[in-house]
């Protein structure tokens, strides 16, 4: 994951700076990508790895505190420390979006899947390919666990299929494609995973082979069987959410 881990710390935008970083650290932690209890770098460091002023950096811890994003704690040992959101909703946020809406998302991270897929199989070192096997492995492990309640899987097999979409990307070796694909899981990621709430069991499994079917080709240095199974997995889930939406539509 250090390659995703990276782009996350890359720097941002040069316009709206305050909004780019908490963007940034707000889909990073959304995701997973940084750990629920983790100690961000200091005040002085996070500016210069983002590339902006430590004003800009405190104008956005400031609001990732109010959003319950980060905690500052002060004294020994203090610093700014990661809190993982809670009561994610994927529901209610699907609300939001007009099937035309999601058919173009679907159809633009399509496009950027698919890209950053062809491009792993093509740059990826054995070391950018370690953290994506062992996010697919735990994906494997947590799918036949049966001591956790459906919710409390279901939340941690969200984070861990933004988080293997996320290392593909990194493993492509491209930092745009990288943060382009951090922020649409963290726009589009949650709502994907209610495409597989309809036969859940089925549909896990589904989705567990279509992981696989992309890492065998990324392995095999197969980079168009590699982006069409990509595409394929995101357009799959995103025909299945469009009518998720429309049955709601009709509620």
Not at 126 to 154: F, K, V, W
Not at 200 to 228: F, S, T, W
Request: charged residues 25%.
């Amino acid at each position: 994951m250090e390659s995703a881990r990276l782009a996350v710390f890359a720097p941002v935008d040069s316009t709206a700076r305050v909004e780019a970083v908490v963007r940034r650290l707000t889909d990073a932690i959304s995701l997973g990508l940084l750990a629920d209890g983790e100690q961000l770098p200091s005040e002085a460091e996070l500016a210069a790895r983002l590339g902006v002023s430590t004003v800009t950096l405190r104008e956005a811890l400031m609001a990732l505190r109010q959003q319950g994003m980060v905690e500052t704690r002060r004294g020994r040992g203090g610093g700014s420390f990661v809190r993982l959101p809670s009561g994610l909703d994927p529901g209610a946020l699907l609300r939001g979006y007009a099937a035309e809406e999601l058919r173009d998302l679907g159809d633009h991270y399509a496009a950027i899947a698919g890209a950053a897929a062809r491009l792993a199989a093509q740059r990826a070192l054995p070391s950018d390919l370690a953290p994506l096997l062992r996010s697919m492995n735990e994906m494997n492990e947590l799918a036949g666990t049966t001591g956790t309640t459906g919710a409390e899987q279901d939340g941690r097999l969200r984070r861990l299929e933004g988080r293997f979409h996320v290392e593909i990307a990194a493993a492509s070796q491209s930092a745009r494609l990288t943060q382009e694909e951090i922020r649409l899981q963290a726009d589009i990621g949650g709502l994907l995973w209610l495409s597989r709430d309809e036969h859940h069991e089925m549909a896990k499994r589904h989705l567990l082979d279509q992981h696989r079917a992309i890492v065998e080709a990324i392995l095999a240095g197969a980079g168009d069987q590699a982006r069409e199974l990509a595409e394929r997995h995101v357009l799959d889930a995103v025909d299945h959410l469009i009518e998720l939406r429309l049955r709601l539509q009709e509620e």
